[in-house]
């Protein structure tokens, strides 16, 4: 059975950071695709940062140059370091595992087979 498990969000001020962890169990990062999304009150779930088995990542054109996506495929462990974070990334984040994703695909969530409960990261002004 698949159990992806998010830690690290919390509340920071605009200007903070914060790095969000993902630890599988049943599940091998080495060769999937591995994803991080958030979901807003009242806004669609987002794809955020997503990486492949081959080092391919992927970022939405809001988080680019403040996160970044990385796994430590020895601890079988997904990470999302975010830094300058503003007031608009406030949302829930979750992450998303599957086999295999097209490198055009990476941050459409329903590609993605397997998920996280969700850490909440609220940033303050």
């Known amino acids: 059975q698949v159990q992806l498990l998010e830690s690290g969000g919390g509340s920071v001020q605009t200007g903070g950071s914060l790095r969000l962890s993902c630890a599988a169990s049943g599940y091998t990062y080495r060769n999937a695709c591995m994803g991080w999304f958030r979901q807003a009150p009242g806004k669609e779930r987002e794809g955020v940062a997503a990486?492949?088995?081959?080092?391919?990542?992927s970022y939405a054109d809001s988080v680019k140059g403040r996160f970044t996506i990385s796994k430590d495929n020895a601890k079988n462990i997904l990470y999302l370091q975010m830094n300058s974070l503003k007031p608009e990334d406030t949302a829930v984040y979750y992450c998303a595992a599957a086999p295999y994703i097209s490198k055009f695909r990476l941050l459409v969530r329903d590609e993605y087979d397997y998920w996280g409960q969700g850490t909440q990261v609220t940033v303050s002004s």
């Open positions: 990486i492949r088995s081959d080092g391919t990542t």
